[in-house]
């Protein structure tokens, strides 16, 4: 922490769209921030919060995300990356401010002996609960509603500690649990959902398409991003399915989100496998994954780079027979 003493006011930077362990983990460190160094900061992201259950977590919980490119840049000290790195294509951080510290659980991308503060840990904790420790340790309060915010960042990475979480993970849970807002976090789980939600999920109905254990379906245009990764989440659950992978397009590029129930081969390895040598940007973990290709970049129509990265999925997890839907 000596590196950020002097600092007055720092941008803490999420990545790009960002999901609930994002949100939690960047919300933490702001009182990690103002309890331990009296530094101000403002909680900042490019994208859309597009999920119901992220919009009503910010909303219930009065997280206060702002827009980077609606900031005066020249007020901060620096940056302070969370759930993303430096290298990492999938963040707006202001070209003009240095970046002074970076919390992140997904493999490391290297710059750790450019930043004064690198704390990345790629063995399977949330950023949620890497900001909890710090709190911890700090003994900086947690209110109910920052405890609410990282039990949802926890559940929702993990899948209900369901997807081979980290012993700090657990611990982390563990911690919030007393502490956390319940009708909050039942308002977040269970948000109103708009009418688009369901245009899209008949859409995706029938555009769904069986290979073995795995499942593919092209969404076409999408109203907002994060929803090849909600129809990934639903498809997967389907009896007999291990795999699915989910695609559409939103703003000139195609997004495409990937889910596994086993953890061999490792989904984020798979995605980047996808977009290798085709000028786009994956990452994730064993069995969650995600990733864009530009399509100005590319020289196929949405449908015919679709079809592409398809067959190199399906020869990727060894699921080439079509079957019925």
């Given at each position: 922490m000596k590196a950020l003493e002097g600092k007055k006011a720092l941008l803490i930077c999420l990545h790009d769209d960002p999901d609930p362990d994002a949100l939690?983990?960047?919300?933490?460190l702001s009182f990690v921030l103002a309890g331990a160094l009296g530094i101000q900061t403002t909680l900042g992201f490019e994208g859309i919060i597009g999920r119901a259950e992220n919009r009503a977590m910010v909303l219930e919980l009065g997280?206060?995300?702002k827009r980077i490119q609606a900031l005066n840049i020249s007020r901060f000290d620096g940056v302070f990356l969370v759930d993303t790195q430096p290298a990492a294509e999938n963040h707006s951080t202001p070209d003009e401010l240095p970046i002074l510290g970076c919390i992140d659980h997904h493999p490391m991308l290297g710059c750790q002996n450019t930043i004064p503060w690198f704390d990345v840990r790629p063995n399977g904790e949330t950023s949620s609960s890497i900001v909890l420790q710090y709190l911890i340790s700090l003994e900086i309060d947690v209110?109910?509603?920052l405890a609410t915010a990282i039990l949802y960042g926890i559940k929702t990475d993990t899948r209900d500690l369901s997807r081979q979480p980290a012993p700090p993970d657990f611990r982390a849970y563990t911690y919030v649990l007393s502490r956390a807002n319940f009708p909050a976090l039942g308002a977040i789980v269970n948000p109103r959902l708009d009418p688009v939600?369901?245009?899209?999920l008949h859409r995706a109905l029938d555009a769904a398409r069986l290979h073995d254990y795995a499942t593919v379906l092209f969404l076409g245009d999408l109203p907002y991003p994060d929803l090849v990764a909600e129809m990934a989440d639903l498809f997967v659950r389907r009896r007999e399915m291990q795999w699915c992978l989910c695609g559409g397009v939103y703003n000139h590029f195609l997004r495409f989100s990937l889910r596994t129930e086993t953890d061999r081969p490792n989904a984020g390895v798979v995605a980047r496998n996808l977009v290798r040598r085709r000028k786009g940007s994956a990452g994730g973990h064993d069995m969650t994954a995600g990733g864009y290709l530009p399509m100005a970049q590319q020289d196929l129509s949405a449908t015919e780079l679709w079809n592409v990265l398809v067959q190199d999925f399906l020869k990727a997890v060894e699921a080439t027979s079509a079957r019925e839907p």
């Open positions: 939690a983990a960047g919300w933490g997280i206060p995300v209110n109910p509603d939600y369901f245009r899209m």
